[in-house]
């Protein structure tokens, strides 16, 4: 079956302007993350959905990073007053509920690499 | 602060040979360690997992063993083959706190025929 995907897989954008990154999960998949990878470092944490909820969004940096996922699939990542420091890869993650123990694989994105100009 | 901390950015391979990848955490409270491998312009993929209950787990030619003690995981690769050339990234969860994944700033293999 189909993987995550993400749109789109470039964007280019002025300072000062606003972003908006998609991500389709994988079908089935209730949990969603939001990773950034900025040059350089691995993937930093960003936000987790459980459904339509954000469970844990204790990795945004600041209030002009916002994400929604308002019908429990399809997520998008906005970014408001984009800044020089936001350039990065933002790669997305679905996988099954997590459980109380062990671990359900986190399926990754080819990522949307953006550059803020 | 790095949670996660892979000290070499990079690693050069024969083929046929064995790869070892490091790996060092801070945190005492990450129970579950994995390993991501990543292509260009592609996501990560998952590759092989341990529990901090297990010293060692081991998946075909891939194996990771982890000392709790030394807060230390490795990575081996054996036969190392060419196509297994890509970035290699530690990842480790502390299952109290969330489901986040802590990365570190992973480790470029390269394998030569």
């Known amino acids: 079956g189909a993987g995550v995907s993400q749109t789109p897989s470039n964007k280019v954008t002025e300072k000062g302007k606003y972003v908006e990154l998609r991500c389709d999960p994988i079908?089935?998949?209730?949990?969603l993350y939001w990773y950034r990878q900025s040059l350089g470092q691995g993937p930093e944490f960003l936000i987790y959905?459980?459904?339509?909820?954000?469970?844990?969004d204790s990795g945004l940096p600041n209030d002009r990073f916002f994400a929604v996922r308002p019908e429990g699939s399809v997520s998008t990542l906005k970014i408001q007053r984009t800044e020089r420091g936001d350039s990065a890869v933002y790669l997305c993650?679905?996988?099954?509920?997590?459980?109380?123990?062990?671990?359900?694989?986190?399926?990754f994105g080819p990522g949307t690499r953006l550059t803020v100009l | 602060d790095q949670q996660v901390k892979q000290n070499s950015p990079s690693l050069s391979v024969q083929e046929g040979r064995i790869s070892i990848l490091n790996c060092d955490y801070t945190?005492?409270?990450?129970?579950?360690f994995l390993w991501y491998k990543k292509y260009p312009a592609e996501g990560p993929t998952f590759l092989i997992s341990i529990s901090s209950i297990k010293d060692k787990n081991e998946d075909g030619r891939f194996t990771v063993f982890l000392n709790k003690s030394a807060k230390h995981l490795s990575l081996h690769i054996v036969p190392s083959q060419p196509g297994d050339s890509a970035v290699y990234f530690c990842?480790?969860?502390?299952?109290?706190?969330?489901?986040?994944?802590?990365f570190g700033k992973g480790t470029s293999l390269l394998v030569t025929p």
């Open positions: 079908s089935g998949h209730t949990a």
């Open positions: 945190n005492s409270m990450f129970d579950y």
């Open positions: 959905f459980q459904g339509t909820g954000a469970a844990d």
């Open positions: 993650a679905s996988s099954l509920t997590p459980g109380t123990s062990g671990y359900n694989e986190q399926f």
């Open positions: 990842a480790a969860k502390n299952s109290n706190s969330g489901y986040a994944l802590n």
